[in-house]
Structures are given as structure tokens and as C-alpha cells.
């Protein structure tokens, strides 16, 4: 819609995970490069994790569409599968008969692996939403990954998944399959300065000569809304140029962002902190009075049941003695 206002022949800003819009930062180019090298080396399992919508598709994306003509690949984008429906997929993608069942599926894949290894041919599974997986999955896997000759592993698996998949494996019953990770990368939000640049790249590829559409104030407003994030910066970025043509504004500002953040119920990163600490002050407070408390009631009980002890030593003479003395001192008038 405002593509023909700001000099645009793409949408700059799609959600899809488009890798002609890839922009490298450092821990997409660092995770770019692991997969890539893994995939050479045939190094086995590779596993890249990141927060939701920091751009684990969208690098999966870019090395497939660099993937050499003799890299037998298969993704599976969405694995929550059974067994058979696993197999069932991978005897598809691989080209492998019909898969109809786990033993004919393996005597199948092991044929065209040593097939494959004979003519120094890659294979590479691939499946993301790895956090997704079923335990029985994540065993299977494990299993494939055994396929090697004494020099290499038959098949190369890459896992990508969200940071909740990593907290899977460090269960002791994935041990095994841990063990087998020889690449691991996590995908961190972009920084500050990425951010800027992230924009600037994205616009360039959609077609714009002037790659200063957003000013320096509302590129930094943009990485406090959308912590760095790609798929948010995406959202606000999108917005906010749509907003921009409504009010034929040519250069973006930072109001224009803060309205749209607004509107998107994003939060500025630098208030939420602010927040948290008052949050984690308040509850360090709350717990501390808590204890307090605590303390002071197991105190008064110890000394009462000292108290108790005490009385019930003394002989029968010196009990009354102490209860009428008591008595005395509490009710006599003065
Ligand atoms: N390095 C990048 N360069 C360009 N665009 C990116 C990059 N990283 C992410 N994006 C964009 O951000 C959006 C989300 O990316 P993507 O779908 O790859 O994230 P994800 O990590 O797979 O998210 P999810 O956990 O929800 O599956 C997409 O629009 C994608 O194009
Ligand atoms: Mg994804």
C-alpha cells in the first residue's frame, strides 16, 4: 500500500522468512557458518536455538537456497508426528518406497546412505520446531544419527528450535542424544546498532534508494519496542510506514513509532526494566518481612516451650511459690 510512496518495488517488512531479505548480524552470520561447515564436515547433529522470531527459519531458509545439487535434503517444518508418520515423511522426501513400516523404512534409508556415501553425496534432515518433537521422535533421531562409517556420520540432522528445546536436552534422559551434538549456536536478538542496520538492509532490498526512511531517533525507538527482535521489528516497522503514507510523512520519526507501539501493545524495553527492578525490589521487601515474621513467631514458641520446661522442673512448693508471687505482683494495688 505505501510501497509506491517511499519509492518501494517489494514489501520491505513481510513476515514470511524470506532469505532474500537475510541480513547477517553477527550471531545470524556466526549461525549461518556452523550449518554450513556442519553440512561439510559432516559433523552429525547440529542444533540451533533462539527466542521466537529471531530468524531460526529464515537461516534454515538461507542455506537451503544455497545447498548444492548433491545434498539430498528433507525438512520437516512441523514435526509433531508419530513413528509411522515420521518415517512415513522421510521415506517421501528421501525417495525411498513407501516406508509403510519402521524395519522396511531402515533397510531402505541404510541402502541409500551407503548409496549415497559411495558417490560422496551429503544427506541432511532437517527439523524446526525442534521443541515440538515428541520424546519417541527425539529417540528415533537419536537412532538415525548411529548410521556412520568408521570416517563420518551417514546423515547430518540439523534441529532448530526454540530455548525451551534446550532445556530438553539437558534432561538426563536425552543424555545420549546430548552427546551427539557436536554444533550447537543459539540466535540472540540483534543489538542496538544491528537493528538500524537490519532496517536499513531490509529497505534496500525491497527497492529503496534512500535507506533513511526511519530517523536515527525512531530506529533506536524501534530496537526499544521491539528488544531486537526481527519478526517485531518486522510488525512495527510495517506499521509504522503504513502510518507514515496515512499522514504523507517521508521521514518516520519516533512519534510515529511510539503511537504505533502503542497500538501493537509493545512495551519500551528501558520502562519495562524499570518496572522489573521496582517488581524484583518489592518482592525481595515482601520475602524479607515474610521471614521476619517468621523468625520472630519461632522464637516467641522456643521461649514459651522454654518457659514450659522450666515450670514443670520446679518442685510443687516452689510452683505455687512463683504462681502466687505472680499473682501478687500482676493484681495487688498499689
Ligand atoms: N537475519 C535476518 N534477516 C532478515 N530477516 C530476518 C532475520 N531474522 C529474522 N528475520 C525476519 O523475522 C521474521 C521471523 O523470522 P523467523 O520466522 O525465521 O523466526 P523463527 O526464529 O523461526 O521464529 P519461530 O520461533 O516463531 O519459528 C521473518 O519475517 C524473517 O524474515
Ligand atoms: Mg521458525
Redesign the pocket.
Known amino acids: 500500500m505505501y510501497q509506491k510512496f517511499y519509492n518501494l518495488n517489494a514489501e520491505p517488512f ?5 532469505p532474500d ?5 553477527e550471531v ?1 552470520r556466526e549461525g549461518l557458518a556452523h550449518l554450513q561447515f556442519g553440512l561439510i564436515q559432516k559433523k552429525g547433529f547440529i542444533v540451533i536455538t ?10 534454515i531458509n538461507a542455506l537451503l537456497s544455497e545447498i548444492p545439487q548433491d545434498v539430498k535434503t528433507v525438512f520437516i517444518s512441523n514435526p509433531k508426528l508419530n513413528r509411522d508418520e515420521f518415517f512415513y515423511l522421510l521415506s517421501r522426501g528421501f525417495k525411498i518406497g513407501n516406508g509403510d513400516n519402521k524395519a522396511k523404512f531402515l533397510i531402505n534409508f541404510t541402502e541409500y546412505l551407503e548409496k549415497a556415501d559411495q558417490k560422496g553425496e551429503n544427506v541432511v534432515l532437517i527439523i ?2 525442534a521443541h515440538c518433537l515428541p520424546e519417541e521422535l527425539l529417540e528415533e533421531i537419536r537412532l538415525l544419527s548411529n548410521l556412520e562409517t568408521p570416517h563420518s556420520k551417514l546423515v547430518n540432522i540439523i534441529l ?1 528450535g ?1 530455548p525451551e528445546f534446550e532445556k530438553i536436552l539437558d534432561h538426563p534422559r536425552f543424555r545420549a542424544l546430548k552427546q551427539r551434538i557436536t554444533l550447537r549456536h543459539r ?1 540472540d536478538p540483534l543489538d542496538r546498532e544491528e537493528t538500524g542496520n ?1 532496517v536499513k ?2 529497505l534496500s532490498r525491497a527497492g529503496a534508494k534512500d535507506t533513511g526512511i526511519f530517523s536515527q531517533k525512531a530506529l533506536d525507538a524501534i530496537y526499544r519496542y521491539s528488544g531486537g527482535i ?2 517485531v ?2 510488525l512495527l516497522a510495517d506499521h509504522s510506514m503504513l502510518t507514515g503514507f496515512i499522514k504523507e510523512a517521508r521521514t518516520i520519526d519516533d512519534k510515529i513509532i511510539k503511537e504505533c507501539a502503542s497500538e501493537l501493545d509493545l512495551v519500551d524495553a528501558s520502562h519495562k526494566d524499570k518496572k522489573t527492578a521496582a517488581r524484583s525490589r518489592e518482592e525481595i521487601n515482601r520475602t524479607g518481612r515474610q521471614y521476619l515474621a517468621k523468625v520472630g513467631i519461632l522464637t516467641l514458641v522456643f521461649i514459651a516451650i522454654l518457659i514450659i520446661f522450666w515450670f514443670f522442673g520446679l518442685s510443687a512448693d516452689e510452683r505455687q511459690g512463683l504462681i502466687s508471687t505472680l499473682t501478687n505482683m500482676l493484681f495487688s494495688e498499689k
Do not use: M
Not at 513481510?14 to 524470506?18: A, I
Open positions: 513481510s513476515l514470511s522468512p524470506d531479505f537475510l541480513y547477517l548480524s545470524h533462539g527466542e521466537v522470531g529471531t530468524g531460526k527459519t529464515t537461516l524446526d520446531e532448530a526454540q540466535l537490519y538492509v531490509r526481527p519478526r521489528i518486522n
